[in-house]
T-cell receptor, first 114, second 113 residues
Framework: GAGVSQSPSNKVTEKGKDVELRCDPI?????LYWYRQSLGQGLEFLIYFQGNSAPDKSGLPSDRFSAERTGGSVSTLTIQRTQQEDSAVYLCASSAGQGANEQFFGPGTRLTVL | GENVEQHPSTLSVQEGDSAVIKCTYSDSASNYFPWYKQELGKRPQLIID?????GEKKDQRIAVTLNKTAKHFSLHITETQPEDSAVYFCAAAGGTSYGKLTFGQGTILTVHP
């Protein structure tokens, strides 16, 4: 079946602009995660959605970052007033069931802020 | 919150040798420990995982060991091959972190033919 997909694959924007990144999880997966990977670095947790529960936003670095998940499926990560330090690969992952289970990653969106 | 430390940051071995990567975690309530392999420009792919009710798990040339008391876990790759060259990440989840993964900083493994 289809895996996790993300769009766009690459996004170049100017400092101060807003961007939206999209994630389509594996069908039926109730959990969806956003991570950020800066060049040569590990993966940094941003936000976590589980079913209809309130999302865990504890990893969002500033109030310029927000995310929503509509209908328990597609998710959009929005970064307002982008800064150069926001440049990174943004990875989405999904998993089945509750709690800690295997997470399947999407290909990521490479964001470059000029 | 959870904190995961990973060592070494780089590891270079000859083809056929074994490679070992070690991680420590801080949250004793964590109960799920996956290892991901990431090739250049690709997405992370799960290669093996272990839960806290098990001490060791093997899958062909790959094994993971977990020491709950010491709060550390290790990845062992035997008979390494050039295609094993990649960045490997350990992670921890569960307990107070619930489903979200806290990753180590990664190990760049290079296998020389």
């Amino acid at each position: 079946g289809a895996g996790v997909s993300q769009s766009p694959s690459n996004k170049v924007t100017e400092k101060g602009k807003d961007v939206e990144l999209r994630c389509d999880p594996i069908s039926g997966h109730t959990a969806l995660y956003w991570y950020r990977q800066s060049l040569g670095q590990g993966l940094e947790f941003l936000i976590y959605f589980q079913g209809n529960s309130a999302p865990d936003k504890s990893g969002l670095p500033s109030d310029r970052f927000s995310a929503e998940r509509t209908g328990g499926s597609v998710s959009t990560l929005t970064i307002q007033r982008t800064q150069q330090e926001d440049s990174a690969v943004y990875l989405c992952a999904s998993s089945a069931g509750q709690g800690a289970n295997e997470q399947f990653f999407g290909p990521g969106t490479r964001l470059t802020v000029l | 919150g959870e904190n995961v430390e990973q060592h070494p940051s780089t590891l270079s071995v000859q083809e056929g040798d074994s490679a070992v990567i070690k991680c420590t975690y801080s949250d004793s309530a964590s109960n799920y420990f996956p290892w991901y392999k990431q090739e250049l420009g690709k997405r992370p792919q799960l290669i093996i995982d272990i839960r806290s009710n098990v001490g060791e798990k093997k899958d062909q040339r790959i094994a993971v060991t977990l020491n709950k008391t010491a709060k550390h876990f290790s990845l062992h790759i035997t008979e390494t091959q050039p295609e094993d060259s990649a960045v490997y990440f350990c992670a921890a989840a569960g307990g107070t972190s619930y489903g979200k993964l806290t990753f180590g900083q990664g190990t760049i493994l290079t296998v020389h033919p």
